[in-house]
Nanobody, 125 residues
Framework: QLVESGGDLVQPGGSLRLSCAGLGFALDYYAIAWFRQALGKEREGVSCISASGRTTNIADSVKGRFTISRDNAKNTVYLQMNSLKPEDTAVYYC????????????????????WGQGTQVAVSS
């Protein structure tokens, strides 16, 4: 089971750190991705990190503002979000799966079989 946390209401320009914890299974061998879905919009890949931690990808819409990282000792993946904008408002989901290479990560939802329940991020003044 994946459990996200850290979502909140924040003012534009603020920061949040989302966490994705693995409950009942170790994330060490799993690539992890963050997705988000705003009301009335399609799900969007935000960032991903390979099982090895050596490869990360980030969507152009959040590049320079969001950073993904993982702490296998804590069995948790983080999404640090800075300089938040109203358009970042969405439900954020983490997803996990074992990909063909430990150095691989993708931001395609269909490649991930395990999903969390989501955490709401709202950016508003």
């Amino acid at each position: 089971q994946l459990v996200e946390s850290g979502g909140d209401l924040v003012q534009p320009g603020g920061s949040l750190r989302l966490s994705c914890a693995g409950l009942g299974f170790a994330l060490d061998y799993y690539a992890i991705a963050w997705f988000r879905q705003a009301l009335g919009k399609e799900r969007e890949g935000v960032s991903c990190i390979s099982a090895s931690g050596r490869t990360t990808n980030i969507a152009d819409s959040v590049k320079g503002r969001f950073t993904i990282s993982r702490d296998n000792a804590k069995n948790t993946v983080y999404l640090q979000m800075n300089s938040l904008k109203p358009e970042d408002t969405a439900v954020y989901y983490c997803a996990a799966d074992i990909l063909p290479l430990q150095t691989m990560c993708v931001m395609t939802g269909a490649d991930y079989g395990y999903w969390g329940q989501g955490t709401q991020v709202a950016v508003s003044s």
